[in-house]
């Protein structure tokens, strides 16, 4: 993937929810997902996680928790829509996820 923060187009970006980021979603002018994990602890091991990635890359998600439920809303505030931050925070969340749970998914 381009490591520039560009805002990517709605050919690319749906190439990318079908190929490389299954189980987001665009929802506006951001992109969603919510990541089932096995229980509440889980889930703020999840987000504690994200959470220091975020703040490497600069860049911050919308977060809600629910018990063990956790969705994620990523937009790039800055310039009104997706870009490849938004992308690359999302390939984040998914290893993070994957890496130390299993994730159910959830819509």
Known sequence: MVMTDD?????????????ALRGWSK????LERTFELPDFKAALAFINALGDRAEQMGHHPDVDLRYNRVKLRLTSHDVGGITRR?????EQAEKIAHGHHPVRKTA
């Open 7 to 19: 805002r990517v187009n709605d050919q690319e970006l749906h190439h990318v929810l079908a190929h």
């Open 27 to 30: 929802a506006g002018d951001a």
């Open 86 to 90: 938004d992308l690359r925070l999302a």
